[in-house]
């Protein structure tokens, strides 16, 4: 019932009859569409009785309404698996694949009244309904046309083998039948013609018709699946993006609550090392020598590891906000840097992240390659949008070029639906400016 296919769908089937008049006329894709065409009238006979029974049952006790609704829901889900039966049909003989349409199903704490109504306003529910009643007529008139389109032309083909047993013509009835050998032979030509000719192609076309049908009734259609689906998708991208800036924050406690600390305190232990060879004056200088260079590389491995987390998620970031965080950042950058930070509701700590790290590349950027002397930094909140200018007065020319850090940064905004600019004349000056969503 909840089957969900892809949306990709196979070659019909009845498309790869070939041209050929006589290798189509023995093609296994003819038949089976014979097959198909000559049993919808059996199989519509079987769901419209179904479900005609199912509908009439539902509507008329819907007075009562503790019977009516679950005999209501028992015929959307009984569509729903005539539907998929269909659905295995026409993608066994016809070669169609239909992806399924997406079934609502009932969330955890709903009521049974209230899914019965969400099956009710639901368009795929009732265009399974439909298809099911519609099977009938339409199988009626395939299985009837199908039969025609063999019968006749085998008819008029076998007429050499039995013309003599019909009269030539009854004068009261005005009737005039085949009486020689001539007119049945030209009635056996004309049966071989439209054996050949005819039936192929009507087979085709009526094919055709069952796949068109079964895919307007039976598969993916509406475009309120459709924004369901991509509403879906967003959900889904924003809970990843989520769960990619929770394990950045998690790393950072991990690095900082624990290597951090032990390298912290293996450089203290080395210190009073140090300081107790020093006192005491003895010891061999090449241990002294071999001390002094661990102490100076854990100190050195202090920093550099006190700089991944701070790169990974700065913990001040999460305990102050951006303008403490911002600020931070502008005081250890290797030119002036005036920070303004208009932020009275803080965003979500993934859009602060996303924030924090635009700033941290573009005054990154700047520092390598803009030659400035001042830059600036501009963050204000306003309607449920946080927007960033980062500017500098350098040499300009910049872009978000691929595989550059500009582009990166793009990819990153783009994650959360937001949008980055870059303004670079050359000569400057150059601006940055990102717009991300606080919904």
């Excluded at 076309?205 to 369901?228: I, K, N, Q, Y």
Aim: proline share 5%; aromatic share 6%.
């Amino acid at each position: 019932m909840t089957a969900d296919s892809g949306p990709g769908t196979a070659a019909p089937r009845q498309d790869l009859i070939p041209g050929n008049p006589l290798r189509a006329l023995v093609s296994p894709y003819l038949w089976l569409a014979t097959m198909h065409l000559m049993t919808d009238v059996f199989v519509g006979a079987a769901t419209f009785s179904i479900v005609v029974t199912l509908l009439a049952l539902s509507g008329s006790l819907l007075v009562v309404m503790l019977v009516g609704i679950p005999i209501w829901i028992a015929t959307a889900w009984v569509a729903a698996g005539l539907s998929a039966f269909e659905r295995g049909r026409i993608a066994f003989f016809l070669g169609a694949a239909i992806a399924a349409p997406r079934w609502p199903t009932r969330p955890a704490g709903v009521s049974w009244l209230r899914y019965s109504g969400l099956l009710l306003r639901t368009g795929s529910v009732w265009r399974q309904v439909t298809y099911q009643l519609l099977l009938l007529p339409v199988g009626i008139l395939t299985c009837a046309l199908t039969a025609v389109g063999w019968t006749v032309p085998l008819f008029l083909i076998s007429l050499p083998f039995w013309f003599n047993h019909l009269p030539v013509k009854h004068a009261d009835l005005g009737v005039l039948v085949v009486g020689n050998w001539q007119s049945a032979l030209c009635a056996a030509v004309v049966g071989v013609l439209a054996l050949l000719l005819g039936t192929p192609n009507l087979v085709r076309g009526l094919a055709a018709m069952d796949v068109a049908l079964g895919r307007a009734l039976l598969g993916r259609w509406s475009s309120g699946e459709l924004t369901e689906r991509v509403g879906e998708l967003e959900v889904t991208r924003r809970r990843a993006v989520d769960a990619a800036e929770a394990e950045r924050r998690r790393i950072e406690r991990d690095l900082h609550d624990g290597a951090q600390q032990r390298l912290t305190s293996l450089a203290m232990t080395l210190g009073r090392v140090q300081v107790r060879m020093g006192a005491d004056g003895e010891g061999d200088p090449a241990v002294r020598s071999l001390i002094d260079d661990a102490h100076r590389e854990a100190k050195e491995a202090i920093v550099e590891l006190r700089d991944l987390t701070r790169g990974l998620h700065p913990p001040v970031l999460a305990d102050r906000g951006l303008d403490a965080a911002l600020s931070a950042l502008a005081a250890r950058a290797p030119i002036p840097v005036d920070v303004s930070v208009d932020v009275v509701d803080r965003p979500s700590r993934t859009i602060e992240a996303i924030a924090y790290f635009v700033v941290a590349e573009a005054l990154t950027n700047i520092a390598k390659h803009a030659h400035a002397d001042r830059a600036s930094v501009t963050v204000r909140r306003t309607d449920g949008e946080l927007l960033i200018d980062v500017t500098d007065d350098g040499v300009g020319g910049a872009g978000a070029a691929p595989g550059s850090g500009l582009d990166g940064l793009a990819d990153r905004v783009r994650a959360v639906d937001g949008r980055l600019a870059v303004t670079s004349p050359s000569g400057g000056p150059t601006t940055v400016s990102v717009v991300l969503p606080c919904r």
